[in-house]
């Protein structure tokens, strides 16, 4: 059997078409990630990722964004609704702040493991600076390093105990961004010394299984190409942060890249990413895309098997019990 495709992909709508099927099962990209408009109900979810997976042969990776609060695909009635994480950790002792996102993130992964997703694009660990886009703000863990890893990994540790997998993001770091990268390409002229902040939760969580790349130019590092297709910001992940594990895209789709779709994706993989993201579900575009992006090989290919031979069975665990502890947690928050 030979090796998926080197390619994440979404899809266009609540089930599988005959035409995306058909695709899937040709191209066979390494994993798919689910959006909104993919979420409609639990039994739908079920359905939606079994014929994912039929449509590959395999138990491929099914992604999505459930941070709560700013970002979550799955929402009420079905799913838990959850605060900003920024007024929840901000308002509490980090003690009490680490055992809120472990309960967050363990019941967040006992809804996705339920509707068979195994992976979260999660923790986002960004250190948020003062004049961040909210784009960060309004998801940020805190705007230091030392608080940011640690309560990176309390989330990051909760979801794999849940049987999901974390997709660490932004690498290697994306809390200066002033522009949202889904309109435009953010800029930093930050040195290297200042950005030593933004890598250590990056580098603290190295043992990862997963990160994420920031579309975001590193002038210090690369003055022309954002992370996602340099080599060089993408050789300052794998050695100066350590990181060794599967190395994905942000969406190739977003507007700070440019070029045509198809070729993003060719030049990040070209530049030392491992995996591309594409989200959009536009099947002549998702063609295009494939034709373009090689199967995994190599290292790309030990990390991917690396990465999968984390998943695990989720540990024992009391939901109702879980949302009474979170609960009396966020009042506590909301009292002080």
């Keep these: 059997m030979s090796a998926p495709r080197a390619v994440i992909f979404g899809l266009s709508g609540p089930e599988l078409t005959a035409d995306e099927r058909a695709f899937f099962a040709e191209a066979d990209p390494w994993g798919f990630i689910l959006f909104a408009r993919n979420v409609a109900a639990p039994d739908q979810l079920r359905r939606l990722t079994g014929a994912l997976r039929e449509a590959v042969g395999r138990e491929a990776p099914i992604l999505i964004d459930q941070e709560g609060g700013r970002v979550a695909r799955m929402r009420a009635p079905h799913w838990r609704e959850w605060p900003r994480l920024p007024d929840f950790c901000a308002r509490l002792p980090d003690a009490a702040v680490l055992t809120g996102l472990r309960l967050r993130h363990r019941l967040i992964a006992h809804e996705l493991r339920a509707v068979g997703i195994d992976v979260n694009c999660a923790p986002m660990v960004d250190v948020a600076r003062p004049d961040a886009d909210p784009i960060i703000a309004d998801r940020a863990l805190g705007d230091r390093a030392g608080p940011v890893a640690r309560r990176g990994r309390a989330a990051a540790e909760a979801l794999l105990e849940g049987g999901v997998l974390p997709v660490v993001k932004h690498v290697p770091g994306y809390g200066r961004a002033t522009l949202d990268a889904h309109r435009a390409l953010p800029v930093t002229d930050a040195p290297v010394d200042a950005l030593e902040e ?139």
């Design 198 to 336: 933004d890598f250590a939760p990056f580098r603290a969580l190295a043992d990862m299984p997963m990160m994420m790349t920031a579309h975001m130019i590193y002038r210090a590092i690369d003055p022309e190409r954002c992370a996602t297709v340099s080599p060089d910001c993408i050789a300052l992940i794998r050695r100066r942060i350590g990181f060794d594990g599967l190395l994905m895209t942000d969406d190739i789709g977003m507007e700070a890249l440019s070029g045509p779709v198809p070729q993003r994706a060719a030049e990040a993989i070209a530049a030392g990413c491992d995996v591309a993201l594409h989200c959009n579900g536009d099947l002549a575009q998702m063609r295009q895309v494939a034709a373009l992006t090689p199967l995994l090989a190599r290292d790309a290919l030990r990390r991917a098997e690396a990465a999968l031979a984390r998943r695990r069975a989720p540990a024992p665990f009391d939901p109702d019990e879980a949302d009474r502890r979170h609960a009396y947690l966020n009042q506590e928050r909301a009292d002080v």
